[in-house]
């Protein structure tokens, strides 16, 4: 069955130091994967997508499929990066509406 | 910049009585989604919905649950004889027309749903 583990439920680091949220997922097609990120009192809102290969807000993700991992890193955190993050993954079998499978979430509470 | 609407923000019902979720998705969005997430739980999928019928279902979305487009613009979620376990956060989501697992999902606030 399709999975996201996501081990980490909180994640506290300080200002300026890297930072690392751990994302597995279990799929034996070919997944699309995605973070999105819930800031306090607001929505679900998407972060990056692997297959942007882009860079927001200094945090990037690189799917490694032989480890079936999608870590989320940013090299220094800043205290606005505080949020609840949530790995999800998306399946491709040609059906119209494709489902998100999350992650249980990590919160990240960056300390000043 | 639009963005999808979901009321009531809060619902409070009694055990065995229907309640109605309504989500205003993104006015040119085509794939229409219910999510919930039980407190402490994860974000989990209910339904997808396209070309005015259900897409994709979950294990979730059992005959209590029903999805209905009404008007073109508003994408409700009934639950017919509500049970306590399904107190939970409900999120509406939709997507733009483009096809394919990498499309992007935007996300409603959510109506918190508290069954007494």
């Known amino acids: 069955a399709q999975r996201v583990t996501q081990p980490e439920k909180l994640l506290s680091v300080f200002k300026g130091a890297p930072v690392e949220l751990k994302c597995n997922y279990s799929y034996s097609g070919s997944p699309e994967l995605f973070w999105y990120v819930q800031y306090s009192r607001q929505r679900l809102q998407l972060l990056l997508r692997?297959?942007s290969r882009e860079s927001i807000k200094g945090f990037t993700a690189d799917l490694n499929k032989g480890e079936t991992s999608f870590h989320l890193k940013k090299p220094f955190a800043q205290e606005e990066d505080s949020a609840m993050y949530y790995c999800?993954?998306?399946?491709?079998?040609?059906?119209?509406?494709?489902?998100?499978?999350f992650g249980t979430g990590t919160l990240l509470a960056v300390q000043p | 910049e639009p963005e999808v609407t979901q009321t009531p923000s809060h619902q409070v019902t009694q055990m065995g009585q229907e309640v109605i979720l309504r989500c205003v998705p993104i006015?040119?969005?085509?794939?229409f989604y219910w999510y919930r997430q039980i407190l402490g739980q994860k974000v989990e999928f209910l339904v997808s919905?396209?070309?005015?019928?259900?897409?994709?279902k979950s294990e979730i979305f059992d005959d209590q649950f029903s999805v209905e487009r009404p008007d073109g613009s508003n994408f409700t979620l009934k639950i017919r004889s509500t049970k306590l376990e399904d107190s939970a956060m409900y999120f509406c989501a939709s997507s733009p027309p483009r096809r394919g697992a990498n499309n992007e999902q935007f996300f409603g606030p959510g109506t918190r749903l508290t069954v007494l």
């Open positions: 006015s040119n969005h085509l794939y």
């Open positions: 692997h297959i």
């Open positions: 999800a993954l998306s399946m491709n079998y040609g059906g119209a509406t494709n489902k998100l499978i």
């Open positions: 919905f396209y070309n005015n019928e259900i897409s994709e």
